[in-house]
């Protein structure tokens, strides 16, 4: 083995434990930043697709390596209805007949903030993306509080 092939190695071995060094220092640094949180914003404000009818839009935005999402808003079903009907996506809406728990953006507060909600009569969709395993969409609609959830999570 020459010399220069062995200074060769050594150099690629340095660059490879100072890259592994940085994606986790980089890691490190997005989970202590935590998800942020935010209530009551515009549909201007929002990162996140929500028809144009909605107010009151709530939503808690991940770290970027873990780019999932919880959003809710105020609606009234047929806006809902005819939103979830322009989205890029084979989903249809179905009643819910069964009480369904749901997630909300509520479980990233600091508070005693109820983290989950019941939805007793409203609506239910979800897609997942075949060809991207772990991938999907959730769509809910609760009729007592004329409020839209939606759930987007890929790993």
Known sequence: MSKRFGKSCFIIAILLVLFFVVTILYGLIMMAKGPKVFENVSINECPYPVANEATDISYVTQPPFYPSYYVEFTIKEKDFRS???????????????????IATYRQYLDSDAQSSHTIIDGLSGSYYDPDKPDN???????????????????R
């Not at 939103?83 to 728990?101: A, C, F, G, R, Y």
């Not at 609609?141 to 004329?146: A, I, M, V």
């Open 136 to 154: 999907g969409k959730a769509f809910y609609y609760d009729r007592d509080l004329k409020r839209a959830y939606v759930e987007s999570h890929a």
């Open 83 to 101: 939103w979830v009907n322009t989205l890029d996506m084979p989903l249809s809406l179905k009643e819910i007949t069964n009480p369904v728990q």
